[in-house]
């Protein structure tokens, strides 16, 4: 598999699937979110295929497995409370965030477009999608103080864009 060989990396996916769906779908009881853990491991496995030393595949396997079930049900348990504080609160109070988070996202959207490709994709996935800056930087192929200079070169972007927004706002 390290050498970009398909076969080997089918072989590895077709011996140890099923295994390791079984052990996520037991801790979660959801076969589509177990299915998406393992399409998950198995992507990462294959995209740091080259970076990787292996002793025992089983047990690698098995333990991204287990740490990914638990980012997955902590992830879950963070969204459920997150829920269950919305629905203490009025259901216009949580529509009208719901109605706020849709426009600030359209809008850093709309922000983000305007930028060079490499800055977008870093921000987005740094800052909208919580993913660390070094791994972000890692998949680029970038040095983890370029993607800091990125994120923070759209963040200043950001900043003046609100500035000019809050002053049109003023003399509004």
Do not use: C
């Not at 399409?39 to 690698?60: A, G």
Request: net charge positive; charged share 25%; glycine share 2%.
């Amino acid at each position: 598999m390290q050498a970009d060989n398909d076969s080997a990396f089918s072989q590895i996916y077709n011996r140890y699937w099923e295994r390791l769906f079984f052990m996520a779908h037991k801790r979660l009881s959801s076969a589509d979110d177990a299915k998406e853990i393992i399409q998950n491991i198995f992507f990462t496995l294959w995209q740091k295929r080259n970076q990787l030393q292996i002793e025992n595949l089983s047990l690698y396997l098995a333990a991204m497995t287990r740490y990914a079930v638990y980012r997955y049900l902590a992830d879950e348990k963070r969204r459920t409370g997150l829920l269950k504080d919305f629905s203490n609160g009025s259901k216009k109070t949580a529509d009208s965030f719901d109605i706020d988070n849709r426009q600030l996202l359209d809008i850093l959207t709309q922000l983000t477009n305007g930028l060079p490709a490499t800055y977008r994709i870093i921000f987005i996935h740094h800052k909208l999608m919580d993913q660390p800056l070094d791994q972000v930087a890692e998949e680029l192929g970038v040095s983890s103080r370029t993607a800091e200079r990125y994120v923070e070169k759209v963040m200043s972007i950001m900043r003046n864009h609100r500035n000019k927004l809050a002053f049109t706002l003023f003399i509004l």
